[in-house]
């Protein structure tokens, strides 16, 4: 499987992004996809999760209620919908797969990656 993320830019705070991860590979519609991100010097946080079939989701507590992820597998495609930006939402983004069947938030745990998207929110 290969990931390739889009979407990023420079978006004032209280703003609006969409993030896409387009993957390759006829497993793509029973894999567990995930987003995370990652600043200079910090960990990859995780930020949510969703199954193949897309009838579990899992967020993080920071972006709860704000983002939202979602998956379309006749198009291969995860998104990642963004709403009321703040700066601290400023990292790059990474989109992932796991070969596990369940969600997780362990970055260790998902295998693909893709090259992530920048995204920075101004003040």
């Known amino acids: 499987v290969q990931l390739q993320a889009s979407g990023g830019g420079l978006v004032q705070a209280g703003g609006s992004l969409r993030l896409s991860c387009a993957a390759s590979g006829p497993t793509f519609a029973s894999t567990v996809m995930a987003w995370f991100r990652q600043v200079p010097g910090k960990e990859r946080e995780f930020l949510a999760a969703l199954t193949g079939s897309a009838d579990i989701t899992r967020y993080a507590d920071s972006v709860k209620g704000r983002f939202t992820m979602s998956r379309d597998n006749a198009k291969n495609t995860v998104y990642l919908l963004m709403n009321s930006l703040k700066p601290e939402d400023t990292a790059v983004y990474y989109c992932?797969?796991?070969?596990?069947?369940?969600?997780?938030?362990?970055?260790?745990?998902?295998?693909?990656w893709g090259q992530g998207t920048l995204v920075t929110v101004s003040s």
């Open positions: 992932a797969t796991s070969p596990f069947g369940v969600l997780t938030v362990t970055a260790q745990r998902y295998d693909r």
